[in-house]
């Protein structure tokens, strides 16, 4: 679920805001691992994130809208802990579904 980037984001502090931010605008926040490989301390994953927007999130009002975005990360493993990790979630899937912007007309 990474939103930040850069170097302001670093370390395990951040990352538990960022999920404490989640799970006040999604109370109901669930996180299923549909894929986990790993080889030597590298992994790869891609997760399913769903949840009902009841909170405000980043300054956008509830909208009492379900989500459910795929995510996808690679990270390192060291001493049985991930230690760094770069990927995130559908970004633009989530914010659509939850009619913050405006879905894709057909063409």
Do not use: C
Not at 70 to 98: C, F, H, P, V
């Amino acid at each position: 679920m990474l939103i930040a980037r850069g170097e302001g984001f670093r370390g395990v502090e951040p990352f538990r805001q960022q999920v404490a931010t989640f799970r006040a605008a999604f109370p109901d926040l669930r996180v299923t691992i549909e894929d986990l490989l790993i080889d030597g301390d590298r992994f790869a994953s891609r997760t399913t994130v769903t949840g009902t927007h009841t909170g405000d999130l980043m300054g956008m009002p509830a909208t009492g809208k379900h989500m459910s975005v795929e995510a996808a990360d690679i990270g390192r493993i060291e001493n049985g802990q991930a230690k760094e990790r770069w990927g995130g979630l559908n970004m633009y899937s989530m914010l659509t579904q939850l009619g913050v912007i405006p879905a894709p007309q057909p063409s």
